[in-house]
């Protein structure tokens, strides 16, 4: 009989052995995505807290690649759907579906009942359907003709979406904005990565089959309710509470935004430098793990006034601002 605290990856759920199965897992992503090392960090992050991740970039940069190599290395139940604009709610929930053979109706759950849900091109349907996701992902369950349904354990939404100046997109609600953990920036590669990028294809590398390029599982749910435990565990001063408390107070009254980070905002904020402060070997948090965080966590929950847009002002200018001027507890 297989022992209950091994999952099928072969690790135990020991917190030593899951930080060095979720270091394998980033070094599996990187069998197949070039150069995007940092959005693999912050997609180990969210699954460490529980958290969506919101990636953004051109089209062609390796966003949904990303997001299935991450599927690929970990055992978890993964489903994709592209988001289109007929796209409607029941698509993604699952919708009660009249059975003519007992007369009776019966629920269909929808895709997003499983571990990691591929939200492609999210901004490319209209808001409605945006929204069927807003339960999900904070409540973790779906509620269809009155009656909740719980979702999987672990559940992660992964979505990427195009920049909004791009034809044909639609702006997420800030409600949904706010859901997600991290908002991650997917930059176009360097020459030399996208020269590897190139020769990986030339020598028969094949997107569409990650077992192909070698990456295998690596980590599974054993080791990551380890990791979410240990990090649990990890210490955070009052100097460090008051950090981030002032760095988000900070954004409510800087005169380039219409709108700071919420309260929600200053907790995930905590929450990811505590991950953060785990992956990289310390059992209490840091300013810097705070600073490491703080783009991908608030970014894209603040909101600028038009004039600053105009300016050129950007969400990271404006927080790396107030990282610069916030004091720093000793």
């Not at 003519?100 to 895709?111: L, M, N, V, Y």
């Not at 002002?313 to 610069?324: F, K, Q, R, Y």
Request: proline share 9%; net charge negative; charged share 20%.
């Amino acid at each position: 009989m297989m022992d209950p605290t091994t999952d099928n990856a072969g690790n135990t759920g020991d917190p030593g052995s899951a930080r060095a199965s979720l270091e394998a897992l980033r070094a599996e992503i990187a069998k197949a995505v070039v150069g995007q090392d940092p959005a693999v960090t912050g997609l180990v992050v969210a699954l460490l807290c529980r958290g969506h991740v919101l990636l953004e970039g051109v089209p062609g940069v390796a966003k949904t690649l990303l997001v299935r190599a991450l599927a690929s290395a970990l055992e978890l139940d993964t489903k994709r759907v592209q988001f289109t604009p007929d796209l409607m709610p029941t698509d993604i929930t699952g919708s009660l579906v009249f059975d003519a053979r007992t007369a009776e109706f019966s629920f269909q759950p929808g895709p997003v009942f499983t571990n990691l849900l591929l939200a492609d091109e999210i901004n490319r349907t209209p808001p409605k359907t945006q929204s069927s996701l807003l339960e999900a992902m904070e409540e973790r369950q779906v509620t269809v003709d009155g009656t909740p349904r719980p979702l999987p354990e672990p559940f992660l939404v992964a979505a990427t979406q195009n920049p909004v100046e791009y034809e044909g997109t639609y702006p997420l609600p800030e409600a949904q904005l706010d859901r997600f953990l991290l908002k991650l920036t997917i930059p176009l590669p360097s020459r030399e990565d996208e020269i590897n990028v190139l020769t990986r294809h030339a020598e028969g590398f094949d997107p569409r089959d990650l077992r192909a390029a070698g990456v295998r599982p690596v980590a599974g749910p054993a080791d990551l309710e380890a990791a979410r435990a240990a990090v649990a565990k990890t210490a955070v001063s009052p100097e460090i509470t008051g950090y981030v408390v002032d760095i988000c107070r900070a954004t409510r009254d800087s005169p380039s935004l219409t709108l700071g980070v919420s309260p929600r905002g200053a907790t995930a904020l905590l929450a990811t430098a505590r991950a953060w402060a785990w992956l990289t070997g310390r059992d209490y948090v840091i300013p810097d793990d705070v600073k490491a965080l703080a783009l991908p966590t608030l970014r894209h929950r603040i909101q600028l006034r038009p004039e600053a847009e105009m300016e050129g002002v950007t969400a990271d200018s404006v927080i790396n601002a107030i990282l610069s001027h916030v004091p720093v507890p000793r």
